[in-house]
Nanobody, 123 residues
Framework: QVQLVESGGGLVQPGGSLRLSCAASGSIFRVNTMGWYRQAPGKERELVATITSGGRTNYTDSVKGRFTVSRDNAKNTVYLEMNSLKPEDTAVYYC?????????????????WGQGTQVTVSS
């Protein structure tokens, strides 16, 4: 079993900054792509940013230049540094990880989600 535990959400004023963290733990052979998604009230969940195990990143257009995704492979942890936050960034942010698990006979790849952390940008 694999768990993703997130931390770092909260209330911040417009223009402020927050840093989210997400650590994967459990029976992990390899953590592949990790990323962050968000879901605002009444809207569908959307991709925010992803990062491969090799460090290649991808961002949704609305956060480019403001958010930075990074990871520590030794700790199986992904981070999201959010700067110049706007009210429209308000959402529940979810960590996602593509994880390879090893059994006696084969490797299996699964997709896992964190429990979500609330980010509220308001004055």
């Amino acid at each position: 079993q694999v768990q993703l535990v997130e931390s770092g959400g909260g209330l911040v004023q417009p223009g402020g900054s927050l840093r989210l963290s997400c650590a994967a733990s459990g029976s992990i052979f390899r953590v592949n792509t990790m990323g962050w998604y968000r879901q605002a009230p009444g809207k569908e969940r959307e991709l925010v940013a992803t990062i491969t195990s090799g460090g290649r990143t991808n961002y949704t257009d609305s956060v480019k230049g403001r958010f930075t995704v990074s990871r520590d492979n030794a700790k199986n942890t992904v981070y999201l540094e959010m700067n110049s936050l706007k009210p429209e960034d308000t959402a529940v942010y979810y960590c996602n990880a593509d994880v390879t698990i090893a059994t006696m006979s084969a490797l299996y790849e699964y997709d896992y989600w964190g429990q979500g952390t609330q980010v509220t940008v308001s004055s």
